[in-house]
């Protein structure tokens, strides 16, 4: 069974960092990306980054050259380190990982909130 365990949300200050990760279980060995999207309220939702096996990564337009996406050695859990958050990065956030047997799957909704 393919699992995906979110950090949970957080309460930052604008200008603050903040730093999610995202574990997985079952099936790793066909896990081909992870990484993150956001969804604000009535809207759908948008690209925060990926990286895939192969190390390739993409970050969405409104948060590239302030944020790292990141994977550990077994590459079963992802990090994103977000800096200098403004009130525009308050949404819900959703982890994924891209399976090639399974397609994606998602991890559950953490709410950040960007509040001083």
């Known amino acids: 069974q393919v699992q995906l365990v979110a950090s949970g949300g957080a309460l930052v200050q604008p200008g603050g960092s903040l730093r999610l990760s995202c574990a997985a279980s079952g099936s790793i060995d066909s896990i081909v990306a992870m990484g993150w999207y956001r969804q604000a309220p009535g809207q759908g939702r948008e690209l925060v980054a990926t990286?895939?096996?192969?190390?390739?990564?993409n970050y969405g337009d409104s948060v590239k050259g302030r944020s790292t996406i990141s994977r550990d050695a077994a590459k079963t859990t992802g990090a994103l380190q977000m800096n200098n958050l403004n009130p525009e990065d308050v949404n819900v956030y959703y982890c994924?990982?891209?399976?090639?047997?399974?397609?994606?799957?998602w991890g559950q909704g953490a709410q950040h909130t960007v509040s001083s």
């Open positions: 990286i895939t096996i192969g190390g390739r990564i």
């Open positions: 994924h990982a891209d399976y090639s047997r399974w397609g994606r799957i």
